[in-house]
């Protein structure tokens, strides 16, 4: 009982001391929904598709998936993607933006550069298929921008991006 009786005072102690000891917090009010803001509109976190996994699958061909079925017209256009090359500071290979640039609407995939296709009539997952081999052990990162859901308004902003390293 003298254990008990022990256990309990101590426990008391602690719990009529602790706000003493804890430093003061303070923290502001969110939003319900989180979003992101872009040029034309506020979203819904969760309306905006993102870059799942990025994936060599041949010599000239990286296949992406999304996290959810996107708008295909925005996604076969080369305009909304970006390779960026990790090593070297004039973009290499498949690369049209360099190590230390910024990607914008001048250095983007182009038609002549690749072609973007659907898998299967899927559309969460699409072929990029380059009209050259993507070097071995040349590292990149693929970005994605401005992709958005089948009938939803404009969105410029950041669909995720995936670092990938020639293979084959």
Known sequence: MKKFISSFLILCTLMITQPYFQSEVSARPTEEYPSVHSTFQTYDQNSIPRLLKAEQISANQIKITYDRDVDKNLAVQPANYWIKDLKN????????????????????????IVKIESKNGLLNVYILTFKSKIPKGEQY????????????????GDNGAGMFAGKF
């Open 141 to 156: 990162k693929l970005v994605i921008c401005n992709i958005t859901v089948e009938g939803a308004q404009p969105y410029h």
């Open 89 to 112: 500071e004039e973009p290499e290979g498949i690369a049209t933006v360099g190590q230390n640039c910024e990607a914008d609407k001048n250095n983007s995939l182009t038609r002549d």
